[in-house]
């Protein structure tokens, strides 16, 4: 069951701010968000432009400094919408603050072309009445390209009507909620030039940001207008004039293009752009499909999985931010998220454009090393807890800095890369160098410790993922992931991968192999750290709802001295290594930590719904998956507006194949097992492993596997090993 479309009908409200997110169109490089298109008509929206990894640097202002906390903010530059278009009458202007009152008819946005089409009613400050239509869509093949159509139909109007396209405005990216640490607002610093263009119908200008040096250029094409319109053009846009008569429909097509950072306008054409777009997608969803027989979760996955495209950095320059390029919050920067949550949708279907984003990582190699020689580490580099440019941009510490598992995290995923794609260029020529350069810091950063009778090596003074829990020893999660870390670094300089000599090769697997995990022996849990278990439970019982996100409400050091958890920690570490322990022990973890967890994080809801299908819990799993699938698009966590949670839409879909499918790679083996729940009759997706595609479909009798192309695969379906082949394999229920 494919949904083709998303509609008014199938998000949250209609407050604009919301819309703007929900219906944001992207590329990759430059993301619109979808306001009106009035400039008289934005209070209380964010109408701006976002191009991924264009940002502006501001110095970080400490109360009291220390030696090693991050200099500078990076934050994303909001940029003029190219959306806007004025129209004014002999009376009223759309210029003017609410004198051309705007409400939406209908909003379609196609998953099969990436166009925007809308309609709204227009009520004048002198009481005339016009329908405006636009249609917009950003071209998908890197050129760049956003092509805007507007036609505005008189229903009693009749007489001159005026026209301007603004180029530069100032961009407000302000919340409404200044005091939430997960949106900021900084001053930019921006320079503008327009430069010489002899065409009347074209304005170019070159954007700098002073703290940066970044350079963007950007160009307006007017490509149609109504005949017997007067069109001249000056350093604040174009303006035209001329006459509607009743009942009278009139057209003006525009296309912006936005460059490259630091590189010249892209040479481009704007021939069948909805063809070139249409196969550009056509071949995204032939490997991407998902199909479930659920049609409100079918819509929320195509959603989800459509805005990942559009979001994900395609240079190998740039990765995907917190909120993509659909809002400023977060600042843009770049988290651990991409790695655990959406890479593995890309690794799985995308691969090319998993390689980029980690190369990414792999061309921030030199800022993560200097990051580890800033806390004292002399070999080895510590990626950066949040950043554009590589380097640390969190001035909190605590829930920043101290979150250093993302070095394991990017070890993880490289290796998942490694195990689905055999693509052994890369590892050789960027992979490796990631995975031992990560893996070094933790033989320094670490130390052995006489513990249960024997040495073990043991990490102190860390914050796992669930931020409610700060600068622990031994964090279970954070232990796990560097002891793969430094595993896949030993196997890597045996296998030739990378230079490294026996010795250290033996401390890594030495380290690796004696890593301490803690465990909770009084409740027979696997432990979250050394601390936690003793601490005191959290006042759930008194805490009201409004008093969540705790985060909003409560002085950090409240928090932390209490067993409370932001999201999926401990629980975590066992969705990513399912074969750690025994399904009784996973169901007292889920039981001990599900209790405690707030679910503040929108990282956390999918983790839950994978373990409830591992343990099936077909019920709660089920549940769980619902609030992540549809969670933007019910504005479940009730800030959307600044931007779409890009973690949970990659989450969404590791509920499905993770969860639902029970898909995982284990001694180089594809597993899936059929946890369907009981509200899901079918449910088939697509993936690639080893050069092959394969299809995935289940029911509720049978699990079935298919090689739709490549060579016959050895797999392990509902716990037996069988041989897929270009046929289909049961699971011989």
Known sequence: MQVEKLTLKDVATTTRQYLETIFALGDGHVGVRDSLPFTGNQQGTLPVMLVNGFYASNPITYGESAYGYAKNHQTIVSLTSPRYLDFATAQADSAVPDDWHVTVDDTVLDFSSGKLTEKFQITTGDQHHFELAVESMILLDDSHQLMLNYQLTSLDYAGELRFKRPIVREANAASEADD?????QRQAGLKIEFKTIADEHELQWQ???ASTQQQLTQSDRLTAVPE?????????GFHGAGEIKLHETLQWSFVRQVSEINQPLATSSVEDAKALNQRILTDFWQQSQVQISDRKLQTGIQYNLFQLFQSAGRDG?????????????YEGHYFWDTEMYMLPFFIYTQPQMAKQLLHYRYSILPQARQRARDLGVTKGALYAWRTINGEEASAYL????????????IAHTIKLYFEVTDDQDFLREQGAAVVLETARFWLQFGGWEQRDGKQQFCLYKVTGPDEYTALVDNNYYTNRMAKENMAFAAWLIKQGYIDGDTDEQAQLARASEAMYLPYDATNQVTAQDDNSPKMPLWPFATTAATQYPLLLHYHPLMIYRHRVNKQADTLLAEMLFPEDQSQEQLARDYDYYEPITTHDSSLSRSIFSILASRLDRRDKAYSYYMDTSLMDLVDLQGNAKDGLHEANLGGSWLGLTYGFAGMYVAAGKLHITNHLPKEINQLSYRLRFRGRVLEVQLTQDSTQVQVVSGTPLMMVIDGREVEATSGTIANGQ
Do not use: C, E, M
């Open 180 to 184: 939430d640490p997960r949106v900021a």
């Open 228 to 236: 017997n319109f007067s069109v001249h053009k000056d350093q604040t």
């Open 317 to 329: 320059l740039t990765n995907i931010a917190a909120k993509g390029i659909t809002g400023p919050g």
């Open 398 to 409: 605590p829930a920043g800095t101290a979150q250093y598992h993302i070095n394991a995290d």
């Open 207 to 209: 954007t700098t940001v």
